[in-house]
């Protein structure tokens, strides 16, 4: 009989075992809300029974140890496909999350710099922040947009 590995999608704070292809339906043992078993994505599947419970054990400890990081907060989970074998854990294969948003670093620059800065010099100081050019001009648009900064003339930005 297979087992998997299964996260509830309603408050991702638990990692349990299901019997894959048994019912249609199972109870968060969390949350207790109902998960349809069929729509619920199975890191880690196989039919002994040890094996499942450690790689289960090892996901619980991620996802404990992620919301201690976010005191409290329990942000989106994502895990990767690929299982490393020594271990027993699922992989992390997503991309590193920039710590602060782009738009709020812009802001920054413009408010170290008396709130008001040339063009290109605000750009060569957001290429230092790894903000690449296509994103930089979507960035001053979506501010210019929200009323967070405007141009009194061509090539000088201030922030409101």
Sequence with gaps: ?????VICTKCRQHAQII??????TTRCQKCNANLNSKKLRVFFESGNLEEVISVRTQIQAQITEKRKKNNGINDF???GNEINEKSACLIDNR???KKRKTDELI????????NCMKYDSLKKAAAEL??????FDKILTKLTQAGE???PFDGLIRTV
């Design 77 to 79: 989970q994502v895990f």
């Design 149 to 151: 900064i405007y141009s």
């Design 1 to 5: 009989m297979p087992y998997g590995v």
């Design 95 to 97: 991309k590193v999350r």
């Design 19 to 24: 019997e894959l292809g048994i019912s249609k």
């Design 107 to 114: 802001l920054t620059i413009l408010q170290e710099n008396d």
């Design 130 to 135: 790894d903000i690449d050019e296509v994103e």
